[in-house]
């Protein structure tokens, strides 16, 4: 976990991510990377010389078989105010519209819960899960299937909600991700979604991992090349952000 929180500490001070008063909520899924990232900001606002204040919210979107509970226990331990937002985000998607291709939907959904229930709170960042893994995946995706160069942004400020959403686990690949939670037996809850696993991400997982076999650095050159490129917001030269 000393490792985690280093790389995070770095990549929070690498991107001026946090100030000194915010409160910063975190949006916890239940899924590995979420509950990591609540841990991880949770214990760096312990120490961090920009004092924060972290808070959770979780949007339950009403998928049968999942229970939160573990989540609420896990803030009160990490004394972080917890909040539960229920949206039929799994109605409206599978069982009134039976949307075909239901993730980009579903998170345009989730998306504008998070926003809501921020505004109703006074909070204006978030921060994210995204690791290592997803980031070189979403730059690879873009490229195959849309023809560009580009991912999301480190740090992204939206101007339509006012909301600056933050990634504070860039830099911690997803191997160190699993890794930490299994260690620290945080509480993960599973996800039960139908399209679970059958994504074009899963698709790019693979490919990686196939072309990995051969060019075992692949990952590594990728991430380095989207801060030297730079791809926009990106770049780690003060000058170019």
Known sequence: MQHILSLVRRCVED?????????????VSGGKDSVLTLVALARLSRFYPKPFRVEAITINAGTPG???????RLCEELEVP???VDVPIYEVVF???????????????????LSTEMNRLGISKIALGHHYDDAVETMLMSLFWEGRISCFQPVTYLDRTQVTQI????????????????????????NPCPANG???REEMKALIRQLSDQFPQLKTKI?????????YGWSLDESQR
Do not use: W
């Open 95 to 113: 069982l009134e519209r039976k949307e075909k291709n239901p993730c980009s939907l579903c998170a345009k959904f989730r998306r504008g819960a």
């Open 82 to 84: 917890y909040h539960l």
């Open 66 to 72: 999942m229970d939160f509970s573990p989540i609420a």
């Open 223 to 231: 991430f380095g090349a989207m801060q030297r490129y730079p791809l």
């Open 198 to 200: 059958s994504t074009k």
């Open 15 to 27: 991107y001026d991510m946090i100030e000194a008063g915010e409160t910063v909520a975190v949006g």
């Open 167 to 190: 990634r504070p686990l860039l830099y911690v690949q997803e191997r160190e991700v699993t890794g930490a939670v299994r260690q620290q037996k945080l509480p993960v809850v599973e």
